[in-house]
């Protein structure tokens, strides 16, 4: 893969781009915000409370609990400024279930947060691309990211399932993930009894009848199931596979599928939604030298990285 041509983030200081961060929207937690970096509320799952952390220091728990520290400077650099685009948003578009909280550790609902994986990689990771967002259509860009691409991402209504109109800046492409990756996350297999089967179809409103039949319907571009058929029913790949469990049913980019005496067997490839950044091509693309916001462009399309804060 050659070196993607853009502007450096060595231009993020220029009096255009700093207008640029003053017309992004901005919680309102953070309208007083003007260039400083603001304090946040995180309910800390493991601890059960809330506490008030300065944004960085939160965002750099985030990345010990999203990204291993002996990373590649650059792959941890991309994810700190995917994670805060990613908080960012979050903070403007959503409400943590947390009380009291402005967003959380619980990974159902935000990013993983561990602090005790903190090291100098990530402090510095964070502090290099302090404040720094990714920026599409005068607001924060849907920085989604996935552990393992399967050799290629998707766009969001492959990853998702049914959903409003698909974000201009997500695109497919192939993710050269690096061989390092453990191979249950390259290559999986898994075997769901017909109960665990029946009960994910009626989570979602539906009942396949005899489970004696299954089938991938339909593909997205990147190669994706997008629709299942099990017994009698359709249903969506990615809704079916986080009802039955998506750390079993690792991805929906699926190899095989078939109904066995003792229930369905499923093989794939990949671990995640595959949409936007794989962590694993972006630890590939930082060894082959590319830089932090080089990383990001590879995966995201016409985006431009702002800075919030100094």
């Known amino acids: 893969m050659g070196l993607v041509n853009f502007e450096?983030?060595?231009?993020?200081?220029?009096?255009?781009?700093a207008e640029e961060w003053?017309?992004?929207?901005?919680?309102?937690?953070?309208?007083?915000?003007?260039?400083r970096e603001p304090s946040i509320r995180v309910y800390i799952l493991a601890r059960g409370d809330v506490v008030e952390l300065p944004f960085e220091t939160y965002l750099q728990g985030v990345l010990g609990g999203e990204m291993p520290n002996n990373w590649p400077l650059e792959a941890l650099k991309a994810q700190a400024i995917i994670?805060?685009?990613?908080?960012?948003?979050?903070?403007?578009?959503?409400?943590?279930?947390?009380?009291?909280?402005?967003?959380?550790?619980?990974?159902?609902?935000?990013?993983?947060?561990?602090?005790?994986?903190?090291n100098e990689s990530i402090i510095q990771a964070v502090e290099?691309?302090?404040?720094?967002?990714?920026?599409?259509?005068?607001?924060?860009?849907?920085?989604?990211?996935?552990?393992?691409?399967?050799?290629?991402?998707?766009?969001?209504?492959?990853?998702f399932g049914t959903m409003g109109d698909e974000p201009n800046h997500i695109k497919v492409v192939d993710s050269?993930?690096?061989?390092?990756?453990p191979t249950e996350y390259r290559i999986w297999r898994a075997v769901f009894s017909?109960?665990?089967v029946q009960d994910a179809c009626q989570q979602l409103g539906k009942n396949p009848g005899v489970i004696d039949h299954a089938e991938i319907v339909s593909r997205g571009p990147s190669g994706r199931a997008t629709t299942l058929r099990i017994g009698r029913i359709d249903?969506?790949?990615?809704?079916?596979?986080?009802?039955?469990?998506?750390?079993k049913m690792r991805s929906t980019l699926i190899d095989h599928m078939e109904v066995k005496k003792n229930g369905i067997l499923i093989q794939g490839r990949g671990f995640g939604h595959g949409v936007?950044?794989?962590?694993?091509?972006?630890?590939?693309?930082?060894?082959?030298?590319?830089?932090?916001?080089?990383?990001?462009?590879?995966?995201?399309?016409?985006?431009?990285?702002?800075?919030?804060?100094?």
């Open 128 to 159: 290099q691309t302090r404040g720094q967002v990714v920026a599409y259509g005068g607001t924060y860009a849907k920085t989604w990211y996935h552990a393992h691409s399967g050799g290629k991402t998707a766009f969001a209504r492959e990853g």
């Open 83 to 118: 994670a805060r685009t990613f908080t960012m948003d979050f903070l403007l578009t959503r409400q943590s279930k947390y009380e009291g909280a402005d967003i959380s550790s619980d990974v159902t609902e935000a990013q993983a947060w561990n602090q005790d994986a903190v």
């Open 194 to 196: 017909k109960k665990e």
């Open 22 to 35: 003053r017309q992004l929207p901005l919680p309102k937690i953070f309208e007083d915000l003007q260039g």
């Open 176 to 181: 050269q993930d690096s061989l390092d990756a």
């Open 276 to 310: 936007g950044m794989s962590q694993w091509g972006a630890l590939e693309l930082a060894k082959q030298g590319y830089i932090a916001e080089e990383i990001i462009h590879y995966y995201f399309k016409n985006v431009n990285l702002v800075r919030l804060w100094h």
């Open 8 to 17: 450096s983030l060595n231009q993020i200081d220029t009096e255009e781009t």
């Open 235 to 247: 249903v969506e790949a990615a809704r079916f596979r986080m009802k039955i469990g998506s750390k």
